[in-house]
């Protein structure tokens, strides 16, 4: 069974700042996702950026992007010039690519994001 | 997003009473999924679904069970409601986009066994 490790429970940045948020998972598949989920004080679970495993380029969405390193097994986070409305748990999660493996997605237990102003 | 629905958003109940928790979506998807978020634990899979009356159980399956008889509903049910079971509960299906795969999440219903 694949498993997501989100090693720091909590971390915090100075606002305009870069914060690293770290992500391990142990899979034997070659062909898989990795997501990034933010969730607010709100509730709501917000896609924040995914890799597919068979890229090489780390994936980017604006102040978002990832350091994907496959042969580590490796997916970190980096927010950069953070803003306070970045404030939120951030989840790791991983899913199968092919439905002969585990089509389920398997979340790390977060990492909570303080920013200050 | 692909429009998926919970009720209730919020759900008050008694120990030993029946609950039943609906996740509704809109654009026939066939894999869902609950969960359930507990700090420390971040979230945990109770059951799954890969199409109409296929299921499966999850890590934490103990307690809870599910149906799909129709590809746009997944309800999830606690035959007893214990305290342990006071949770956030989320539904989510898995999509595919132009983009690739995607997750995604209902709003997420807050129980509270007393």
């Known amino acids: 069974a694949q498993t997501v490790t989100q090693s720091q429970p909590e971390m915090s940045v100075q606002e305009a700042e870069t914060v690293t948020l770290s992500c391990t998972y142990d899979?034997?598949?070659?062909?898989?996702?990795l997501f990034w989920y933010k969730q607010p004080p709100s509730r709501q679970m917000i896609l924040v950026i995914r890799?597919?495993?068979?890229?090489?380029q780390n994936a980017t969405e604006n102040r978002f992007s990832v350091n994907f390193q496959k042969a580590a097994k490796s997916f970190s986070l980096k927010i950069s010039d953070s803003q306070l409305g970045d404030a939120a748990m951030y989840f790791c999660?991983?899913?199968?690519?092919?439905?002969?493996?585990?089509?389920?997605?398997?979340f790390g237990r977060g990492t909570s994001l303080i920013v200050h102003p | 997003d692909a429009g998926i629905t919970q009720s209730p958003r919020h759900k008050v109940t008694e120990t030993g009473t029946p609950v039943t928790l609906r996740c509704h979506q809109t654009?026939?998807?066939?894999?869902m999924y609950w969960y359930r978020q507990d700090p420390g634990h971040g979230l945990r899979l109770i059951h799954y679904?890969?199409?109409?009356?296929?299921?499966d159980k999850g890590e934490v399956s103990d307690g809870y069970s599910v149906s799909r008889s129709k590809t746009e509903d997944f309800l999830l049910t606690l035959e007893s409601a214990t305290s342990s079971q006071t949770s956030v509960y989320f539904c989510?299906?898995?999509?595919?986009?132009?983009?690739?795969?995607?997750?995604?999440f209902g709003s997420g219903t807050q129980l509270s066994v007393l």
């Open positions: 654009e026939n998807h066939r894999y």
């Open positions: 679904s890969y199409g109409v009356k296929d299921t």
């Open positions: 899979t034997s598949e070659s062909d898989y996702y």
């Open positions: 890799q597919e495993a068979y890229k090489q």
């Open positions: 989510a299906i898995s999509e595919s986009t132009g983009q690739g795969e995607k997750l995604f």
């Open positions: 999660a991983y899913r199968s690519a092919w439905l002969g493996g585990s089509y389920i997605p398997t």
